[in-house]
């Protein structure tokens, strides 16, 4: 559990104040968050290979609300899906 007055963390959503005191969103994962995403080389069928991705990026962009970040957040997601073995031009926006 955490208690602060400047961020709060609800499922995948943190929502805090930036410094002009404007509400905003990102994306929150746990410190114990393993990058446990489908792996590309399974037996699944490809178009669930090809859905897990667009599917993600949409959620980034649902979630987070300030561009900079989005970026930021955007490069991550793409690395996680590189380590899981997904060709390069995975769901690149």
Known sequence: ?????????????????????????????????????????????????????RSQFKRLQRIVTDPNLLKTRTEEMYSKFRERGYPPDTGRL
């Open 1 to 53: 559990m955490t208690n602060s007055t400047e961020k709060v963390s609800f499922l995948d959503t943190l929502v805090f104040r930036d410094e002009l005191g404007t509400l905003k969103t990102d994306l929150y994962t746990k410190p114990t968050d393993r990058n446990s995403l489908l792996h590309y080389h399974s037996l699944h069928p490809i178009a669930t290979k090809k859905s897990i991705p």
